[in-house]
Every structure is written in structure tokens, then in C-alpha cells.
């Protein structure tokens, strides 16, 4: 028997050893994807044939593996920490959130699209860092690890094999959140702080108390994005035909208390401050218009998984094998709570990114993190073996080529803050005004504002909202936003304040486009204002990781 079980282990040792070898050898050749991926594909499967059926088992110690994912996490999240910016989001709800609190509501005098919590958690964030973009930026790394960490005890609890499937579940979500689109500090990363968690709790036992928490949670994460509400549907669905709930008094109450009660609290406060309206448009008016300009493009997300094969190829063959080894394990979804769970949450989150329709990368959030634990949760011996390995190698390699970067960005981290383009710009501009008294309006660019800790004077802040037709037609209609005969650009730029913000050319649908609402040369026909000179700061390529090489900066001061 001893010697049956070494032959096993020497066989299975070899396996590992071709596998590993391909891996390094396929990547060497300029091969193309297509090629590369029905060739490894078919060894991936052969090699799962060969390898022997003895059960899956690691030694790896939790706090050991937990420590390793919280090292890989700040090292893979901060390899671009020199770029100033990634997303084009985060200034955007920097600006926005910076005095809701004891100061004002959200939307009160700044307006973005999602919902009130999320301006708070932003808020408080900042708040942390002192007010240091860069420290907020690394922060956020934390709320990734948070959420890695919930997953572990989430298939650490609720997993038939608790030594293997949480290491390669947490493994496999790290790799996947350590690519660039998934750096970024947007909302769907603190939608999962509460729905990692409500996932937790939906495959306990469901009594009122556990139902009532779940829906609070799930609530809440409505409250940071309003497309989330598609899991509380999802949630009502699984009490029903998984868990059988009988509609008692005690449960009902439990499923409307938990529903309600955090809007209500919210409706309360906007009621009291007679902006009801805007509340009411965020979540029912602007979104139903969001969704009506649908996009989605099958190639769009077929670039998606190509952009994770230049990445690394050994995390691009684990997403084609796993996705298959779900069509193929279809049959034993059924077979635990767990799967049929994952599997629903999973078809839910890809429904958000086809729903959405704009092929943004960061709605796949939700899927990446069901879809993390789908995968291991179907795996047989056999196939957990294969999988271990090519996540292994994703994992070694990825952190092997963050590290030199993140090292050094992370050991001069108050250098690179003080290159920041627009911080060194927001300098300049203060030095305009040595009391600190002066009003902004920034129509792109809106980063500064955050360095200057100034409100926009437009009520929008995000730069490309003001060019959806939807968006500036509910805001005017509800008199949030000013407009003139001309434009609202107009209006707010007839206002006068002492600094004006603009681009020339923005990128519209795709397409770089001059501005048709206004004329982004000041000067031009306000002899009262002046051009500041920043083109040689601006020019510098780190101010954003997916430079626009069209969009330029203008800004102007008001002569005293």
C-alpha cells in the first residue's frame, strides 16, 4: 500500500513538473493566442486525466498563506503607484465627497451618480489619510484584502476540503484583482465590503436574525451603487427555492426592516434638507436613462480576457480551464448550497455588466469574486491538482514582476507625491491667492480641486457627465443644475470665478471631440482673466496611466 501511494506521489510529481516546464517554455514563443490557448488547454485536460485521484491536501498555514496574500496585495496594487492617476473616477468622487459629513449632505452641492454611502466611506477614507492622495490610494488596498479575507473564511467554513480550496480561491482572486483595471478606487470594490460579507451569511443557517443582517448588508451596498439591488432580488430568490423560508411574521418583518431600514434613514435626512427629489432621482429616474444607452459588446469582453492573457499567461489558461470545468461540472451545482449560491450571485454580477452595457472593466468586480469561488468549490482531486499549480505559477510570477517596481515606489512614496502633476499644478494656483479665498470651477482636470480642498462651482463634477444629455436634463429640470440660453458651461463660466478649468478636446463616446458648449480659450472673451503656464508640468506622461495624448489644460485666473 506504502509503495502504491509513493508511485502515486512520484507520478503526480511529475505531472507538475511537465506542467511548470510547459508553461515557461509555451511563453517563450511568439505564438498566437488562439494557438496558444487550444494547445494548453488540451495539455491541461490530458494532464488532469493522467494525474492520480489521491486526495488534494496542503499544509500551507492559514496565517502563513493570509500574510503572504496581505504582501502580494500592497506589492501588486502599488506597482503604479507613480502614476498619478488611473482612474478617471476616483478625483471625480474625491471632490464630491470631501464635505459631506457634519458640512452637507451628498448631491447637496456636488453631484455624482452613486449612492450617499459610498461619499461617506470616501469621505472617511480621505479623512484617514489626511487628506494625502496617495495614502487614500493606499488604503484601498486594505478594502481588497479585506475582501480576500472574506472569502477565505467564507470557503474556509462553508467548503467540503478546508485545507485546499481557501488557498486557492484566495490565491485566484488575487491574481485576478492585482491587473491594472482592478487598482482603481472604485465604487464596486466597497460594494463587496458588505456583499462579501452578506455572501458569508447566506450560507449559514437562515433564521430571522441571519436574514435580517444579510438584507441590511445588501442594503447598504445599494446605498454605495444602485445597480446592486439586483442581489437583493437574488437573495429573496435563494430564501424561496433553496432554503424553503415559510413567510412568518417574524421573517417578513426581518426581510422589510432589513430592505428599508437604511433608505428610510437616508430619505429621512434628504426630506429634512427638501432634496427628496435628487434622492429619488439617483435611484429610480437617472439609472432606468443610464441603462437605455446599452453597448455591450461580446468583443469588448473577449479583449477583456486577451488584456489578462498579456498579463500572464498562466492566470489567462486558469480563467479558460476553470470556465470549462464549470460548463462541464454544470451537474453538481445542485449538490451543495454553496455552489447553487456562488452559481446565482455569479450569474447576477455578469448580468450587472451586460445590464450596464458600457464594457467598463471594473463591473466585472462582483463576477470575479463569485466566480473565485465557483471554480474551486466544483473542482474534483484531479483537476485541484492542475489548477493549484497554474495558480501558483500566476502568483510567483506576478509578484515577481511588481516587486522591483512597487519596492521602489513604496519606498519613496513622499517623493512621488510631491512629482504628482497636478499636485505640483494645485501649487501654482495657490500661490495665485496667499489667503486661500477663492472659487473654482473646473470642467476637467478635477483632481485639483481635491489638492485645493475647493468645491466645483458647477454642480456636476465629473467631466464627462456634463456631455450626457440625460444626466444635464434631469439635473436642470430638478434646478440643481444653472443653465443659460447657451449652456450650463455658459452659466457657471458667466459666473466669474477666480479660477476656470478646461480642456479643449475631450473624448466623447470614444472619439476625441472640441468642445461644442463653450469656448475653452478664456482669454479670448474674458479680458479680466489671465492663462497660467503649466504645459511644461502637464506634459509630464505620469499624470495618468492611460495618457490622452489630445486632452490638454487650460487654466485661467481672474486679475485681482
Not at 432580488?233 to 426581518?254: A, E, G, T
Amino acid at each position: 500500500m506504502k509503495k502504491k501511494l509513493n508511485f502515486k506521489f512520484k507520478s503526480d510529481l511529475v505531472v507538475f513538473i511537465l506542467l511548470i516546464l510547459f508553461l515557461l517554455i509555451i511563453s517563450r514563443f511568439q505564438l498566437s493566442i488562439e494557438f496558444k490557448t487550444l494547445l494548453s488547454i488540451a495539455l491541461l485536460f490530458l494532464l488532469s486525466k493522467l494525474i492520480s485521484e489521491r486526495e488534494f491536501k496542503t499544509k500551507i498555514n492559514n496565517y502563513a498563506l493570509l500574510a503572504s496574500v496581505l504582501v502580494f496585495t500592497i506589492f501588486t496594487q502599488n506597482e503604479f503607484l507613480n502614476f498619478e492617476i488611473i482612474s478617471l473616477d476616483t478625483p471625480s468622487y474625491l471632490v464630491a465627497s470631501q464635505n459631506v459629513g457634519s458640512l452637507q449632505l451628498p448631491y447637496q452641492t456636488q453631484w455624482e451618480s452613486k449612492g450617499p454611502l459610498f461619499m461617506y466611506l470616501y469621505n472617511l477614507l480621505s479623512f484617514f489619510s489626511g487628506d494625502s492622495f496617495i495614502y487614500f490610494k493606499i488604503l484601498n488596498d486594505l478594502i481588497v484584502f479585506f475582501i480576500v479575507l472574506v472569502l477565505f473564511l467564507t470557503l474556509k467554513k462553508f467548503s467540503s476540503d478546508i485545507n485546499s480550496y481557501p488557498i486557492l480561491g484566495v490565491l485566484l482572486l488575487s491574481c485576478l484583482f492585482s491587473y491594472i483595471w482592478y487598482h482603481n478606487e472604485h465604487s464596486e470594490l466597497y460594494v463587496l465590503i458588505f456583499l462579501s460579507v452578506h455572501f458569508y451569511l447566506l450560507n449559514k443557517v437562515q433564521t430571522p436574525g441571519v436574514i435580517f443582517f444579510s438584507l441590511l448588508l445588501a442594503s447598504l451596498a445599494t446605498l454605495i451603487n444602485q445597480s446592486t439591488i439586483i442581489f437583493i432580488v437574488c437573495y429573496i430568490f435563494v430564501l424561496i427555492y433553496r432554503y424553503k423560508i415559510k413567510f412568518s411574521l417574524q421573517n417578513n418583518l426581518s426581510i422589510l426592516f432589513g430592505i428599508f431600514l437604511p433608505h428610510l434613514f437616508f430619505i429621512g435626512l434628504y426630506v429634512k434638507n427638501e432634496l427628496l427629489k435628487i434622492y429619488i432621482s439617483n435611484y429610480i429616474t437617472l439609472p432606468l436613462n443610464y441603462i437605455e444607452d446599452n453597448e455591450f459588446n461580446l468583443y469588448e469582453l473577449l479583449m477583456w480576457l486577451k488584456r489578462y492573457f498579456l498579463f500572464n499567461e498562466s492566470l489567462y489558461y486558469s480563467l479558460i480551464f476553470l470556465t470549462l470545468l464549470l460548463v462541464i461540472s454544470s451537474r453538481r451545482i445542485l449538490a451543495s448550497d454553496l455552489s447553487f449560491n456562488s452559481l446565482l450571485y455569479l450569474l447576477c454580477s455578469f448580468a450587472i455588466y451586460i445590464i450596464a452595457g458600457k464594457n467598463y472593466q471594473h463591473h466585472l468586480f462582483y463576477t470575479l469574486y463569485f466566480f473565485s469561488i465557483l471554480s474551486v468549490v466544483l473542482l474534483n482531486n484531479k483537476q485541484i491538482k492542475i489548477f493549484f499549480i497554474l495558480i501558483i505559477v500566476s502568483f510567483v510570477q506576478i509578484f515577481g514582476t511588481s516587486y522591483g517596481n512597487a519596492y521602489d515606489n513604496l519606498a519613496n512614496i513622499d517623493d512621488i507625491y510631491q512629482d504628482y502633476p497636478m499636485y505640483n499644478i494645485s501649487k501654482l494656483i495657490e500661490k495665485e491667492f496667499p489667503n486661500s479665498d477663492f472659487s473654482v470651477l473646473a470642467l476637467d482636470h478635477v483632481l485639483i480641486l481635491y489638492y485645493l480642498n475647493k468645491e466645483n462651482t458647477s454642480y456636476i463634477v465629473h467631466p464627462s457627465n456634463n456631455y450626457e444629455d440625460y444626466i444635464v436634463e434631469e439635473l436642470v429640470k430638478l434646478n440643481l443644475l444653472k443653465t443659460d440660453k447657451n449652456s450650463h458651461f455658459s452659466h457657471y463660466i458667466e459666473l466669474e470665478p477666480d479660477v476656470i478649468i478646461c480642456s479643449s478636446i475631450n473624448i466623447i463616446k470614444g472619439d476625441p471631440t472640441y468642445n461644442q458648449g463653450f469656448n475653452c480659450e478664456i482669454t479670448d472673451y474674458k479680458k479680466n482673466y489671465k492663462k497660467l503656464e503649466v504645459d511644461y508640468i502637464y506634459e509630464n506622461n505620469l499624470r495618468e496611466y492611460y495618457f490622452d495624448p489630445y486632452r490638454d489644460l487650460n487654466i485661467y485666473i481672474k486679475n485681482n
